[in-house]
């Protein structure tokens, strides 16, 4: 067999600003001149283990993002189990008029200048002079750059940090998914934390249909706004429980071109991805936990004859958590709720009818068929009459985004009442 080496380029242009950029692009950006002027000592090169940074920001700013950097990159490399092997370069300016002129390829400016930024990859490949094909790859090196404000040097790490480690980004959704929680990462948090101007976009529109956000026909820099629908699936898939086990493996199996798709890996559990991608949608807010709100598919839920009971413990820190109950329309039901919880860290300790308020109340909602009725109070003792057929769940009433310093848990006790 015959090979022969060749370079194949690619480029991945991030669009990655809010709203606020496209409105008004200019209003940020100082009167030019004036600016270049104050700028003293222009760019200068800073190194770290793994990076590379040629760079306008002060020294101080240069070592805090290094250190940010490295920090996400050994998160992100350990996730998935490859150290990175090669120095990543990037371009980091603050104002790209106090670089030479002509110093950044036409591409770069564009990004950089309207709040992005951009991967400039090579990859050697090897491949068949008989059939052309590709056979794999030899080397890798990417070339980033990026705006200085918080993310997009992160953002743009992620894809450095995939292109020279697996020679490939994979598809977008993918790509540009990891890359934005890459944007977003804070060390040792969960949580979301995300673009004002994302948040009030992904709260206000029409959820965008699985399938056209991981369609092989999306493109990267298309626009901001795609890339929170790819930043949403990205982040629910990695942080919730019932799909991170499998999101690493699909992850990898999508860099290692193993011909891996999110209908492959995902198909047989579509209904509760889609129900899970639409409850975080319909509950987004900057400190929504999607771990702590993953949804319960193993626990069974019985229906209940006689004297017969069921028993569940339902914890403050957690979002809709199943009675067991599977209730039958008309049916009219007896719960007493044990214990005591808490919704601040360190906050009173209340029953299950919560304060004075009702914050911190036991609440119901019913599941049925991958949907879900209104919810509705219990508190520590009462009757009910289930209005539906479904499995009650329940949780402690607090806000959606607050959940995570609850404490406590109640032991819910239910019987058909006669
Ligand atoms: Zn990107």
Redesign the pocket.
């Known amino acids: 067999m015959m090979y022969r080496h060749s370079w194949i380029a690619a480029l991945?242009v991030?669009a990655?600003t809010a709203g606020t950029h496209a409105a008004e692009p200019k209003t940020k950006t100082p009167p030019r001149g004036k600016k270049a002027s104050i700028v003293e000592d222009g760019p200068r090169d800073y190194t770290s283990r793994n990076f590379l940074l040629h760079t306008d920001i002060s020294a101080d700013e240069a070592k805090e993002l290094l250190q940010r950097l490295e920090t996400m990159l050994t998160q992100v490399s350990k996730y998935w189990g490859k150290p990175n092997g090669q120095t990543i370069e990037m371009y980091v300016a603050k104002d790209v008029n106090s670089w030479p002129a002509g110093f950044f390829p036409p591409e770069a400016v564009d990004s950089m200048t309207t709040g992005g930024?951009l991967?400039m990859s090579q990859t050697r490949a090897m491949v068949n002079t008989l059939t052309g094909k590709k056979i794999g790859n030899i080397a890798a090196k990417s070339i980033v750059y990026a705006v200085a404000d918080h993310g997009t040097p992160q953002?743009?790490a992620v894809?450095a940090y995939c292109h020279q480690s697996f020679g490939t980004t994979g598809p977008t959704w993918f790509?540009?998914g990891i890359?934005e929680i890459g944007h977003y990462w804070k060390d040792k948090d969960y949580s979301v934390q995300i673009h004002p101007e994302v948040l009030k976009y992904l709260q206000r529109s029409e959820p965008k249909p699985l399938a056209e956000i991981v369609d092989s026909r999306e493109r990267?820099g298309d626009s901001w706004q795609n890339y929170a629908w790819r930043w949403a699936l990205c982040h629910m898939l990695a942080y919730n429980p019932n799909y991170g086990d499998r999101f690493r493996p699909l992850g990898l199996q999508i860099l290692a071109e193993q011909g891996a798709t999110f209908q492959s890996v995902y198909g047989p559990m579509a209904p509760e991805i889609a129900f899970e991608y639409r409850f975080f949608l319909d509950h987004m807010d900057n400190g929504f936990r999607v771990d702590l709100c993953r949804w319960d598919w193993k626990t069974k839920a019985v229906g209940l004859r006689g004297s017969a009971n069921v028993q569940s413990k339902i914890e403050a820190a957690r979002g809709w958590q199943s009675s067991r109950l599977l209730a039958k329309e008309g049916q009219m039901y007896e719960f007493t709720a044990t214990g005591e919880w808490s919704i601040e860290k360190e906050g009173d300790k209340l029953t299950a009818d919560g304060d004075a308020n009702g914050k911190g109340k036991l609440v119901g909602v019913m599941f049925d068929d991958y949907k879900l009725s209104d919810s509705f109070p219990l508190g520590t003792t009462g009757r009910w009459a289930t209005p539906s057929d479904g499995v009650l769940f329940v949780r402690c009433d607090d806000a959606w985004n607050a959940i995570a310093d609850n404490t406590g848990v109640i032991t819910l006790k239910i019987k058909a009442a006669e």
């Open positions: 991945i991030c990655l930024g991967t953002h743009e894809h790509a540009e890359a990267t």
